[in-house]
């Protein structure tokens, strides 16, 4: 029997560590640059595999130990101070030291396990060697669970014992060192035992073995909750007499022995469905690229196109009809936020005045400013002189001569990159396959009027922003030169254009998605992170917002054809599937 | 009308996929591209789709055997129907159809929308639901739909009967039948009997090289053996 347990536990171990070492291989060589230095031959590399094996085998040691010791590590000490504390204050009279420590190590101790059990429970987690071994070699279920579960225990006994040093240094009872590890042991046994008596009156009921959502809430929930009684508990200068901690534990053993029984009935078929409920998407995660295309397939065949849209003008219309929650939620969001923020200063600003000086004077002072703004006007504000704070001061400092940092909070509510994976997910990754689809006219085409449709959309957050920095300038004093607010919108606006021109020319260009919405092309990446670096520079750069708005609407025109003129020369050869 | 192909090479790294690709397909008639999985079939289509680049080697179309004007292969001339179906998730079939008669100007419709569902067999509840919700095979034909109306010179299809049901399997070679004449048809297939059954001339995609074999001779049992046999020594792709 031993023999087995040994035979099954180097397998499982074996093939952890493989899985490892093909993880690290597959993610190297999916690393940029160092990827492509990798060969295939790495997979196979005994000499490698060797070194992986002795790193896996010390992770696991310290997995074992490090958990432990700072756990159980923590609890002597604490109890260690609280002994000591309780002592000198004389809060515990009549109880002697040991049995200080013993209570408040094994009261802490058992708090200490019980959230452990409520939070991960991982036996009837199937791991991918569990994967492997249950559904592809069909070893028994029951002897790999027990197995394994039987070599945590060994990890716990010898974790705790080990941690048992910083008891023997600070003066804990001999018998709580060599207990506390053995309560561990029924504690585990009560939580494991809980868990499989759920599962089996789930399987009963024909429901999934596996935690439910509400029920893993309801734990996290006991856990908050009751963390800061205890604490409370031990503040206020409680403690658990020893012989209630004993009893606690002995109550905690019984528990144990009853779950150890509610196991040993757990079925193979029980454990099997167990595995196969609580299967961890782990290949997914390491082995293959992430399939994030989810979250582009909630649609639903609703509304058509009205109007007379023919073609392409068409296809978008639908495209964005479909896509609405997925393209307009983001950008309509933010502007809402952005209106509704500028909707309670104002109306805060208004009601200061109107408790100050009667509705009159402020419905006056209102329209004369409304007034000033549509003529380009300053700030006139003839009951109350400004006074001018540093924070006022320096946000009016960052409207007057670096507008162009806008383009920071523009690319966080930009949502071209999200829109152009739509795109290719959901409808050019198909369309690409058909011969109409690459050829120069229609691809410019069907760029224009997309780069127009995320222009339209990316464009609303961008003046809410604008729109946000001239009150800035308005209620810091108004405008330094006429038409400073318009240059507001101006800058605002051409930025918004050249970062939506940008994302969908370097898709067209670069065309770097695969068909699970990965990013592939190396290029893309590299022009991505120097347009990161080179907006993060503009934010630096001091100018006038007029003659800022004077070159940059002169330069949006300039770069959109410039663009333009890419796309329709290279896109033909760049805009395709990445095979 | 041909389709030449002159020493068309195509290698991934060190590894040599199509090494020598040399030959002329005739209109008119369905070539079955037979070759093992892995031997570069699908590599083949994607290289003249355009797809992905090829390492050397071209391909072009000319009038006869005779002429000595190379009319270059467009876009437009390819027509690919992929294994794997592909179709824009978020549009329901009519509407799909719809938008694709309008962008191809240049071809008159001879069918109503509906008129073109009942061609290929695709049941009515299906034509106004989304195309993410399609069947494989209806997928397919969607596909094969496409292809019709735009009337290619040169048809691509990559195993396009792999995983189809027998009854929309035998729809599909009746509508490939119907459709070869005034175009050139590469059926690729790693499926002998399927080949042997639809194609006209059946052509081995062999260590990344086609060869000719006579189809009439396929019904010789021995020669099916030693098709096999010759297919077993490929460096797979």
Known sequence: MLKDFFNTLVKVIHLRSIIGYNGLVFALRKTPVIGKLIPDRLYSTAFLKIIYWVIH???????????????????????????????????????????????FALSLFVVYALYGI????????????????????????????????IYDLAKLVIGYQIAGIVAVVTGCPFW?????????????????????????????????????????????????????????????GHYVPLHIALIVCAVHILLGIRGLSVLMKFDAGLHR????DNIVKYEELIHKEPDKTKSFKRLKAKGSVKGNKKGFEYLNALFVKRHSGMLMVKPIAFAVFVLVLLGLLIAEFIYGYYHQFGGDNCIRMVMNNLLNIILFKCYDDPLLPFEMTSVASFFRWLVQYHLLGLVVLISGTDNSGKSTQAMYINCDNSLMTFSFFKQRDKIIKLFDIRLKQLIKINIIPALA??????????????????????????????????????????????????????????????????????????????????????????????????????????????????? | MEFVINHLVKNYGSKKVLKDVDFVFGEGKIYGLLGRNGSGKTTFFNCINGDIDTTSGSFYLRENSDSKEIIPLLPEDIGYLVSTPTVPEFMTGREFLKFFIEVHEEVTPDRTIDEYFDYMMIPEDDRDRLLKDYSHGTKNKMQMLLNIIASPRLVLLDEPLTSLDVVIAEEMKKVIRSQKQGRITIFSTHLLDVAVDLCDEIVLLHNGRLEPIDKNELNDNDFKIKIIEALKDQDDA
């Open chain 1, 273 to 276: 469905r167990a595995l196969r």
């Open chain 1, 118 to 149: 409520l939070l991960n429970i991982p036996v009837f987690r199937c791991t991918p060697e569990k994967e492997y071994l249950v559904f592809m070699i069909r070893m028994n279920p029951r002897k790999l669970n027990n197995t394994l579960f």
């Open chain 1, 176 to 236: 709580v060192w060599l207990g506390i590890p053995v309560l561990a042991v029924f504690i585990k046994l009560f939580g494991t035992g809980v868990l499989a008596f759920s599962y089996r009156i789930k399987n009963d009921h024909h429901k999934p073995l596996k935690s439910s959502a509400l029920g893993m809430v309801f734990k996290i929930v006991t856990v908050i909750l009751s963390a800061p009684v205890v604490l409370m508990f031990i503040a206020n």
């Open chain 1, 465 to 579: 922003f604008a729109l946000a920095a001239n009150l800035i300038l308005f209620y810091t004093g108004g405008q330094d030169y006429p038409f400073q607010y318009l240059a507001t919108f101006v800058v605002a606006s051409s930025l918004s254009i050249i970062y939506s021109t940008i994302w969908l020319s370097l898709y067209y260009l670069f065309q770097p998605y695969t068909t699970s919405v990965n990013v592939k092309g190396g290029m893309y990446k590299v022009v991505s992170v120097i347009t990161a670096i080179v907006f993060m520079i503009l934010f630096f750069i001091p100018c006038n917002s007029l003659i800022l708005a004077g070159i940059l609407a002169v330069f949006t025109v300039f770069f959109v054809l410039l663009m333009r003129k890419a796309v329709y020369k290279h896109a033909p050869e760049t805009w395709k599937l990445k095979v």
């Open chain 1, 57 to 103: 085998v010390v992770a696991e040691v310290c997995k074992l130990f490090a958990g432990k010791i700072f756990g159980l590590g923590m609890i002597y000490l604490i109890s260690f101070f609280l002994k000591t504390e309780y002592l000198e204050y004389n809060m515990a009279s009549g109880v002697s030291g040991s049995a200080l420590y013993a209570g």
